[in-house]
Each structure stands twice: as C-alpha cells, then as structure tokens.
DNA sequence: TATTTTTATCGTAAAATTACGATGATATGA
DNA sequence: TCATATCATCGTAATTTTACGATAAAAATA
C-alpha cells in the first residue's frame, strides 16, 4: 500500500496498469492490425512481404502498422538476412490477455443491475 | 481504411468481429476513456458533472470521451432533467468481453512455440 | 562487382484525435 | 419571468494517425 496516495474510491490516473491497458488497446484500434495478430499467429513464417501479399496496401503501410504493433510491446521483429521475421511477443499477449481480461471482469461486475 | 479488401483464406478482413473489436479497442485506447469505464462501473451515480470533478479535463474534452465511448456502444446516456446519467451499457460491455476474450485466445495458442 | 530482393525510413498530404474556451439548449429554482 | 445549473456542441489549434510513393540500407544473387 502507498501511504501518501489519496485514499480513492474512484481511480488512480496514474495506475501502470491503465496506462499500458490503453496503449494495448489503442495498438488493436485499427483492423488491420488485429488481422496482422490473427496472421501471425496462424503462420510459421511471418515477413513483412507475406502480409503485404495478403492485405491490399503498400509495403511501406503495412511496415507502419507492424512498427505500431511492435511498440506497444504485441510483437516482435528479427532481422534474418534481407527479410524481417516477425511473431507474436508471448509477453505482450500476455499482458493483452490479463489486463484486458481484468478490465472486462471489472467492468461486468455492476453491469448485472443497470444503473438508469 | 479501404472497407473492401482482398479475400483471404486466412482471415477475412471484411469480417464484423474484426471491425468490432476494432472500434471497442480504439476506445479503450485512450487513459481517460478507460478511467471513465471504472468510474462507472464504481459509483450509481454517474453523471457528467461526477466524471468532471475527478478527471483534470475541461467539462467539454469529458464529453468527448463520453461521446466516444458511446459511440462505441460501451456507454449509454439518458437524460434526466437538467442532468445526463451515464452507465455502462450491458450489450456492449459483453461485446468487449467475448470478442477481446476471443481473440485473446486465439493469438495466445501458437504463443507456446515462439516461431523466431 | 553489379543487380536484385527485402524492408525501414523519409517526405508528404489528408484525415482524425485531443484539448480548450465559448456558446447554445434545456430544465430547475428563485 | 429571470437566473442558474448542467451538458452538448461549435470553433479552433496542436498533435497524431493513416496512407502513399520514393528512396536508402543491407544481404543475397548473378
């Protein structure tokens, strides 16, 4: 327990917690990057050029996205030869999976009574 | 942010859960939005006024985020006189709960064997 | 060595996001 | 009726996002 913080009953803004659960949130806000996961995790092999094959923008786009992902800590990306191999960072999905999961538990819990 | 894109047999882009998981992640992907969720999943009252005394933030940049997160369907806003009630709305916080959980999993399966 | 392949980065433009103050609308209270 | 309280919306500015083509860098290949 931290013994100078406010006492709330509310939310603490400074919460690690939140801070990483948006920046993971906000790395899934776009479609093209949650099919980018899906991909990743359904192949064995995972460059850059098989993704742009597979999703109608431009290479440099799909990199972007890829940059966007890697970031926020999703995935990872491995330099062999010329190419770039990419995979799903078990960490970061992970932490996807128990912060968002936290979250929606929180957030189901009152949502048996409605409030209005 | 073409809505038509090329078929494919691993993951189909025009699918709905996609753009729905999308949309709900982009609204988590704000700090504040998420901390408007807890606050109201916390308290019975939930108006505006509430939100804007414990978040640091204009009363109208609080809007915005209430916009947002309704938009998203993850909030509901009724009228009550000179007030507006906001609670989280059921429907979607399920939504947020079955596809994040879905897809959660589905990425977290081939995390076992790393692939690089 | 020269060329090709693969990917990241740069430069750019359009659109969206985020924040603020000001203003408008609407219901309540004096 | 008039004033107040509450909230949404408008207008605006700064920043970020998203997309593209062009180019640079580095390894593989001819």
């Given at each position: 327990?931290k013994?100078?913080?406010?006492k709330?009953?509310?939310?603490?803004?400074s919460?690690?917690?939140?801070?990483?659960?948006a920046?993971?949130?906000?790395?899934?806000?776009?479609?093209?990057?949650?099919?980018?996961?899906?991909?990743?995790?359904?192949?064995?092999?995972?460059?850059?050029?098989?993704?742009?094959?597979?999703?109608?923008?431009?290479?440099?786009?799909?990199?972007?996205?890829?940059?966007?992902?890697?970031k926020?800590?999703?995935?990872?990306g491995?330099v062999e030869?010329v190419?770039?191999?990419?995979?799903?960072n078990?960490?970061?999905?992970?932490?996807?999976?128990r912060?968002?999961?936290?979250?929606?538990?929180?957030?189901?819990?009152?949502t048996i009574?409605?409030?209005?």
């Amino acid at each position: 327990m931290k013994p100078d913080m406010k006492k709330s009953s509310t939310v603490d803004p400074s919460d690690k917690a939140i801070t990483r659960s948006a920046a993971i949130a906000k790395a899934l806000g776009h479609p093209v990057r949650i099919i980018i996961l899906k991909i990743l995790a359904e192949r064995d092999t995972c460059f850059c050029g098989d993704i742009t094959q597979v999703i109608p923008l431009a290479q440099s786009t799909v990199s972007q996205h890829l940059k966007a992902l890697k970031k926020a800590g999703l995935i990872t990306g491995e330099v062999e030869g010329v190419r770039t191999c990419y995979c799903l960072n078990p960490d970061g999905i992970q932490d996807l999976n128990r912060l968002l999961n936290d979250l929606a538990e929180e957030l189901l819990k009152p949502t048996i009574k409605n409030c209005c």
